[in-house]
């Protein structure tokens, strides 16, 4: 009934403003614009209020049609792209560009929104105004539009180099427009492209430091560590050695070549004792590779500076995994701000939970939801997984029922309830919420993946199931999870020697137990048992009660 009241108060107010519209456009004819546009803004509002932001952006384009103000501009533009009206938000932004020439918030929606409709055209011209019209010059100009097309999915590169390759060529001899085509290349695997672009920037710019580090990057990326490393060396010669030496330990982080970017760390600290990045990011290497003394020796001088609540945060890693409960809480409930705050906090009732006092951790939690409303599904998918790891799989999917009914458009709560049906037999619902989740997202390639593994498992949808996980490696072709989903898939249609190729990538990137499990086994079903005795071995070391490899030894070994 209250609901009922506000929407009718709402109706009545938009009446009203419309009368009063009426009535002054008889009687002042400059007026009754100034009127008509308010009445407009004033009606948008109100359906900004009441979430319907198509109708608000529709109202304010109304309204600019009287009153040409590029905060209404922009305003309606945001609104359209909230609504997911790619049409709307195209025609919004293309009015903020007539209102606002110089706006490059709109020509970077523009330029978006043409990319994803296939415009190729219309992105070239929106690149090109941006290079031209860039307030940090022409080099920034190239570099912006190359950050802005590389956030376009994968399946939207060639078009992207499409439009990149001219647009660097119409300055070819300026370092900017080949460091900005190096960046698209190396970020859609086109690694020759790269290195040939980066190498001409490295040439143009005689020897730049940014330069050198993307051509270093790019040589990363393409396992010709010798040469990346042998760059930054010259590059590291002068006074900025340490910063040069750890902005390169960083790329090789990414490319996960640990034990070289190990080395650069220790010889950042060496140049830069006091560089307390460098002796932290050591210390995690040293926590994830179980080298506890390592970690000790990086990590505690920390804990007397400013990043006291970053190092208290990895010690108490390192207390959990060696099962030292006391002093992990300890550690944890030193780190009182900021978003480690936040991971301590859940670590707590973790840890909480593995020693058997599952009402405490779940009552920390639940505080941690009541004061901190906006981070309130990652408190909720936190509750879930330590009760889905205790086996509490009905409480966990009451849990996640009031999640999504609290947060509706959280698609990992929905994610997560998907998995948590999935393990209760309830098939159906779950193949429900992750469909319900494509429909918002077709491109969602953890969806895909899931949906496409779930039937690949339990229903002899093959064909489905194997459509859904390319189309997901596709989308994240680095991913390991998808990458074992596909072996997984050929090993199901028998084609046991191509899964082996897939799920040997899959380990060698994350050695997580079900990896190990499907790894394992495909390994047993082509003769390789001592392989595979070994592989299962090493993840039973780890993890002894993980559900799928138990079943896989058990079922094969035993």
Do not use: C
Not at 335 to 357: D, F, I, K, W, Y
Not at 409 to 433: I, T
Not at 442 to 449: E, F, K, Q, S, Y
Not at 459 to 476: G, Q, V
């Amino acid at each position: 009934m209250q609901l009922l009241g506000l929407s009718a108060l709402l109706l009545v107010s938009v009446q009203t403003l419309a009368a009063e519209q009426a009535r002054t456009a008889q009687t002042a004819p400059f007026a009754s614009q100034e009127a008509n546009a308010q009445f407009h803004v004033m009606a948008g509002e109100m359906a900004a209020n009441r979430q319907q932001p198509a109708v608000a952006a529709q109202e304010f384009l109304k309204a600019l049609a009287i009153t040409p103000d590029p905060d209404l501009a922009q305003r309606a533009t945001q609104l359209a792209l909230l609504a997911k009206d790619a049409g709307l938000a195209m025609q919004a932004a293309q009015r903020w560009l007539v209102v606002e020439p110089n706006a490059l918030e709109a020509r970077e929606v523009i330029a978006r929104l043409a990319l994803e409709a296939g415009d190729k055209a219309e992105v070239q011209r929106q690149a090109e105004a941006i290079v031209e019209g860039h307030a940090g010059g022409r080099d920034d100009g190239y570099r912006h539009v190359a950050l802005l097309l590389a956030q376009a999915g994968n399946e939207q590169g060639p078009a992207v180099l499409e439009v990149m390759k001219p647009l660097a060529g119409r300055e070819p001899q300026r370092a900017g427009a080949q460091h900005a085509l190096a960046l698209v290349a190396l970020r859609y695997e086109d690694l020759p492209l790269a290195e040939t672009s980066a190498r001409k920037a490295v040439e143009l710019s005689k020897g730049a430091e940014e330069e050198t580090l993307l051509l270093a990057g790019v040589l990363v990326r393409q396992k010709k560590l010798d040469e990346a490393t042998a760059l930054i060396d010259k590059l590291a010669a002068g006074t900025k050695g340490a910063t040069i030496r750890y902005a390169y330990a960083r790329l090789l982080l990414e490319a996960e070549q640990r034990d070289a970017a190990r080395s650069q760390l220790q010889k950042t600290l060496a140049a830069n004792p006091k560089m307390d990045e460098a002796r932290f990011a050591l210390g995690v290497l040293a926590v994830s590779d179980q080298q506890y003394a390592e970690a000790e020796k990086y990590l505690q001088p920390l804990m007397q500076g400013e990043r006291v609540q970053e190092a208290a945060l990895q010690l108490g890693r390192m207390e959990e995994s060696r099962k030292n409960w006391a002093q992990a809480l300890a550690y944890y409930a030193k780190v009182t701000t900021g978003m480690p705050a936040v991971e301590a906090l859940m670590r707590r009732a973790s840890v909480l939970a593995e020693n058997g006092q599952m009402a405490a951790a779940r009552s920390l939690l639940a505080q941690a939801r009541d004061q901190l409303p906006p981070l309130g599904p990652r408190f909720y998918r936190a509750e879930a997984e330590i009760l889905i790891d205790a086996n509490e799989n009905a409480e966990a999917l009451k849990l996640l029922d009031e999640a999504v009914g609290d947060y509706p458009e959280d698609g990992d709560l929905v994610y997560s309830r998907s998995l948590v049906h999935e393990r209760l037999g309830q098939l159906p619902l779950a193949e429900k919420d992750l469909r319900s989740l494509l429909a918002e997202n077709p491109d969602d390639a953890r969806a895909l993946n899931g949906l496409g593994y779930m039937l690949l498992v339990h229903t002899k949808r093959l064909d489905e199931a194997t459509e859904m996980i390319r189309r997901a490696h596709t989308l994240e072709p680095e991913d390991a999870a998808i990458i074992d989903s596909l072996g997984w898939a050929e090993y199901k249609r028998g084609r046991t020697r191509e899964a082996l190729t897939w799920l040997q990538q899959a380990y060698d990137k994350f050695p997580d137990p079900e990896v190990a499990a499907h790894l394992g086994e495909v390994l047993w079903a082509l003769g390789e048992k001592d392989r595979a005795r070994d592989i299962w071995d090493k993840a039973l070391a780890d993890d002894p009660d993980h559900r799928v490899l138990k079943e896989t030894v058990q079922r094969l070994a035993r």
